[in-house]
């Protein structure tokens, strides 16, 4: 089975600029979270999804940042416009009702200059 | 909120050594994940274990919900179990998961 897919890899974009982070979850699953690494803060939650609805959002750190789930099996992380803090690895994971168990993506390595 | 501490911070293992890996936490939860993060940056889920003892093949894991602490045992250490281990826990339910800052792990032949 394919695990959770995430476009693109790697992303460098100028200060300013519009960034979209791309996520498909593995088939079947009905939870969709975003998080955000970096060396200052570590591993964050950025926002989650069930069933294509956002739940909690209480993450995202400002309102450049905006997350979509138009359907079940494709997510988008929207960073608008962009600045340099905003470098980070961004990782989708998600999970299955009735198992906590989450199944994290590659992640996107964003730089932003 | 709550507090993850991980210990030791950074750990270098010759192969074929044993090691324990500990999370504390400071407060009761109800979800608690062991991550690894291998030098390539990918994330893995070892284990679900809110409480009780669990085993997955060289790898095993204990928490003690009611001390609230962790413990991630690694025998027989391979290179290939080099990297960042992660304890992860919730307090609410499955999802607002709270990583702590990691151990680590480096396995020289």
């Known amino acids: 089975d394919a695990g959770v897919i995430q476009s693109p890899r790697h992303e460098v974009t100028e200060m300013g600029q519009e960034v979209t982070l791309r996520c498909k979850p593995i088939?079947?699953?009905?939870?969709l979270f975003w998080y955000r690494q970096t060396m200052m803060r570590g591993l964050e939650l950025l926002i989650y999804?069930?069933?294509?609805?956002?739940?909690?959002d209480s993450g995202m750190p400002e309102d450049r940042f905006s997350a979509k789930m138009p359907n079940a099996s494709f997510s988008t992380l929207k960073i608008q416009p962009s600045e340099p803090r905003d470098s980070a690895v961004y990782f989708c994971?998600?999970?299955?009702?009735?198992?906590?168990?989450?199944?994290f993506g590659p992640g996107t390595r964003l730089t932003v200059t | 909120g709550i507090q993850v501490e991980q210990s030791p911070p950074d750990l270098i293992l010759q192969e074929g050594a044993n090691s324990t890996l500990r999370c504390n936490f400071s407060?009761?939860?109800?979800?608690l994940q062991w991550f690894h993060q291998n030098p390539w940056g990918q994330l893995i889920n070892l284990f679900y274990?809110?409480?009780g003892t669990k085993q997955n093949g060289r790898l095993s894991a204990t928490t003690v919900a009611t001390e609230r602490y962790s413990l991630l045992y690694i025998s027989s250490s391979q290179t290939t179990d080099s990297g960042v281990y992660f304890c992860?826990?919730?307090?609410?339910?499955?999802?607002?998961?709270?990583f702590g800052t990691g151990t680590r792990l480096t396995v020289i032949p």
């Open positions: 088939s079947g699953h009905d939870y």
């Open positions: 999804f069930n069933n294509n609805v956002p739940i909690d």
């Open positions: 407060d009761s939860v109800n979800n």
């Open positions: 992860a826990v919730d307090q609410t339910g499955a999802n607002n998961l709270f």
């Open positions: 274990i809110p409480s």
């Open positions: 994971a998600s999970r299955t009702s009735g198992r906590y168990e989450q199944y």
